[in-house]
């Protein structure tokens, strides 16, 4: 498979947005996901989209942040708004075949993943 790559991380001061996004052209039949791993911390799930659209989002990044996917030119994006603190993290996209929604927050349910990319969000 074609690897994952994200962009669009950086430094963002508190209350500010960033858009990540991750190149998925092999995936468009594939359940796409963003997770994220803070220093000293498990990797956890923020956002999944399936091939229709259909999303969920962990429950501390609702209201913020959205996940979308552009099947025209084969991208994944989650835009970021009102970052805090806490949300600093590694950032990884990843891609896996998922019969529904069930599991989404697992991680060995996705079996393609990004390189990851930082996100700091500074008070």
């Known amino acids: 498979q074609v690897p994952l790559v994200e962009s669009g991380g950086g430094s963002v001061q508190s209350g500010g947005s960033l858009r990540l996004s991750c190149e998925a052209s092999?995936?468009?039949?594939?359940?796409m996901g963003w997770f994220r791993q803070a220093p000293g911390k498990e990797r956890e799930a923020v956002a999944a989209?399936?091939?229709?659209?259909?999303?969920r989002y962990a429950d501390s990044v609702k209201g913020r942040f959205t996940i979308s996917r552009e099947n025209a030119d084969r991208t994944l994006y989650l835009q970021m708004n009102s970052l805090k603190p806490e949300d600093t993290a590694m950032y990884y996209c990843?891609?896996?075949?998922?019969?529904?929604?069930?599991?989404?927050?697992?991680?060995?349910?996705?079996?393609?993943w990004g390189q990851g990319i930082l996100v700091t969000v500074s008070s």
């Open positions: 990843a891609a896996g075949i998922l019969d529904s929604f069930e599991w989404w927050e697992q991680k060995k349910q996705f079996h393609y």
């Open positions: 092999e995936y468009r039949n594939y359940y």
């Open positions: 989209i399936d091939s229709d659209g259909d999303t």
